[in-house]
């Protein structure tokens, strides 16, 4: 029941806060939202990867996560470190990897650059609107002198994609070559199976390197966008035999702030030296350490001592 004169101190009640709004300070009118739907459509993924390898005249491989990884290799290049020739796929091994987000790409990758290529390279990527997100050297003694620039970019794929042609352009990076055909897998000199066991972890035969990747147990971000482990947030693990049954490994250990310097400790009481210690991106959530190291010596001792460090790590556990 409404009391007498209720419906006219409602009226100008009403009058009042009209009045207040429309004179209040940056006041402004908020539409109606209809309440979300439990089923939106979610955006949906429309690169189209042939016109995508066209663009930087190479193919690309296909990794998990829908993850489409570029491979830049320097097999031009012939660099030793230490006595040892290093082989492309031990540590030579340029890519970008990008992964769609509608019609635009996020890319994340590590060229691989001589001295002379690093500031014209550097000065393209800039103005194909790709950014630098470190640049630094992967390992001690080597000679001739190696870079290694890291990369990152988001925005349209083919814009992307052209701006990485114009930059790889620039360098002395041999054009892909058809696959040969095919032939009988040369023999691994170390016993693969034997090194996984002593490991933890499995791995494949690449170029002639027995190469070992090693995700994070933790979701690494960078804002909205979830970074897939195949983005270059695995640790790792590369061996390539040097006879006798001993191994040259590399490769870079992915850390928390609070892993590094147990991680360095335990690596260098067995004889693998830490070569580099810096960050791969800029705004990553946790923030991440990338550490890299170097050893030749026994292949199965330095397998268990790198099973040593990544125990201290939170790294995924190894397949069953």
Do not use: C
Request: charged share 15%.
């Amino acid at each position: 029941m409404t009391t007498p004169g209720a419906s006219n101190i409602l009226t100008i009640a009403s009058i009042l806060l009209v009045a207040g709004a429309l004179h209040a300070p940056h006041a402004h009118v908020v539409a109606s939202v209809p309440p979300a739907s439990s089923h939106a459509t979610a955006v949906v993924d429309s690169v189209d990867w042939k016109a995508m390898d066209a663009a930087i005249g190479r193919a690309n491989v296909a990794q998990p996560g829908d993850v489409h990884r570029y491979n830049f290799p320097r097999s031009d290049f012939k660099v030793s470190a230490n006595g040892v020739a290093i082989k492309p796929s031990l540590a030579l091994g340029g890519w970008i990897a990008m992964k769609a987000m509608g019609s635009d790409v996020v890319a994340m990758g590590d060229l691989v650059l001589s001295d002379d290529e690093l500031s014209p390279v550097i000065a393209k990527l800039q103005q194909g609107g790709i950014e630098q997100t470190a640049i630094h050297h992967h390992l001690l003694h080597e000679s001739p002198r190696v870079y290694y620039v890291h990369v990152h970019a988001h925005g349209p794929a083919l814009a992307i994609a052209q701006a990485v042609k114009s930059a790889i352009a620039l360098t002395k990076i041999p054009a892909p070559t058809p696959p040969p055909a095919a032939t009988p897998a040369a023999a691994f000199e170390l016993d693969s199976a034997a090194l996984a066991k002593a490991l933890g972890y499995s791995g494949r035969v690449n170029g002639g390197v027995y190469q070992v990747s090693v995700p994070r147990s933790e979701s690494i971000r960078d804002g909205d966008f979830e970074i897939p482990p195949s983005m270059g947030l695995g640790t790792a693990i590369n061996f390539q035999p040097t006879g006798g049954g001993k191994a040259a490994i590399t490769g870079d250990f992915v850390l928390l702030g609070d892993e590094v310097n147990p991680v360095i400790k335990s690596l260098t009481t067995n004889g693998v030296e830490v070569t580099s210690l810096h960050n791969h991106m800029l705004g990553e959530t946790p923030r991440l350490f990338f550490m890299h190291f170097w050893a030749n010596a026994d292949a199965m001792q330095l397998a268990r001592a790198l099973r040593t460090a990544l125990a201290l790590t939170k790294s995924k556990a190894p397949a069953p």
